[in-house]
């Protein structure tokens, strides 16, 4: 018999955000691979659990995935949590949960706190469809590049954001996106200086510069989709077509080019056809 893998959220801030189920698990797993074992251990205490821990970080996982797998295959019940929310949301566990799957060890979330959907379920933007995109890159030109590939998109984008680059991160999203573009900051989400703000970027970064929005604790950045038209000249938009009617029927030519360039299937159906016969 292979023994048992469980993914526990864990709090992002308010202790009781734990489920009933994730503190049984936790007090009967025979290992809890932390994140950080002094950090987890203070939630534990907190908890009665006693379970002995494993530290399983970024700069052990590789070792350590090994080591877990060999003691789930002989049947070990184990449970992985990180500092805060769900383990492998921007935290470590994916190379586990990858071996275990491939070595046919079941794997069983245990759900809680994750701090994007904590803050997106508050923002009041689009939730039918989102993006999650973890921590937009630390350096300026970089991230400017991220936000820059991400200008057509129609999703709610979601981003993790520390404090010192907060503001940074908001003046950039300005930039690319235009002030007018609603967002949502999510400060110190479950804590006692919980602040969620949501309003166009122009608003936001005047918040921040009056100190009303303050650039301390954790941060969810949400980022409302893009719902302008996009235009594409039409030449643009004929060769689309024109290269995958090579392949396609008119129609469905017309209407993949219209999911690749934003557009009307309808607008590029009609436009293929009046140039038909150039
Ligand atoms: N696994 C976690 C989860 O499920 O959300 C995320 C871990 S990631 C290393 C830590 C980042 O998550 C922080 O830098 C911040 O962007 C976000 N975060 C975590 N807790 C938060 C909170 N209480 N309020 C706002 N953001 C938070």
Not at 65 to 89: H, M, N
Not at 156 to 174: C, K, L, N, V, W
Not at 251 to 261: E, G, H, P, W
Request: with cysteine; glycine share 6%; aromatic share 4%.
């Amino acid at each position: 018999m292979t023994g048992t893998l469980y993914i526990v959220a864990t709090p992002i801030g308010n202790l009781d955000d734990i489920s009933a189920r994730a503190i049984h698990i936790l007090k009967n797993v025979d290992l809890i691979a932390a994140e950080d074992t002094r950090h987890s251990g203070r939630l534990l205490k907190h908890l009665l659990v006693t379970t002995p821990t494993q530290a399983y970080h970024e700069h052990n996982e590789q070792q350590l995935t090994v080591q877990l797998v060999e003691q789930l295959r002989q049947g070990k019940r184990i449970a992985l949590v990180s500092d805060a929310g769900t383990p492998l949301i921007n935290d470590p566990g994916y190379k586990l949960v990858s071996a275990a799957r491939d070595n046919d060890i079941d794997v069983i979330p245990i759900p809680g706190a994750c701090a994007a959907i904590t803050a997106l379920s508050a923002s009041g933007l689009a939730t039918d469809s989102f993006i999650y995109l973890g921590y937009l890159p630390a350096k300026q030109e970089a991230r400017k590049k991220t936000l820059f590939e991400c200008r057509h998109e129609t999703r709610t984008m979601i981003f993790y954001e520390t404090p010192h680059r907060i503001e940074a991160s908001i003046q950039d999203i300005g930039d690319v996106f235009g002030e007018a573009r609603r967002v949502c900051v999510a400060r110190e989400l479950t804590k006692q200086h919980e602040q969620i703000v949501c309003d166009s970027l122009a608003v936001i970064m005047h918040r921040f510069k009056d100190g009303t929005l303050k650039a301390k604790g954790e941060f969810v950045i949400i980022v409302e989709g893009n719902t302008e038209d996009i235009s594409i000249d039409d030449a643009e938009l004929l060769r689309v077509h024109e290269i995958l009617a090579e392949k396609l029927s008119p129609k469905d030519a017309a209407a993949l080019t219209a999911r690749i360039t934003h557009s009307k299937k309808n607008d590029v159906y009609k436009l293929a056809l009046e140039n038909r016969d150039r």
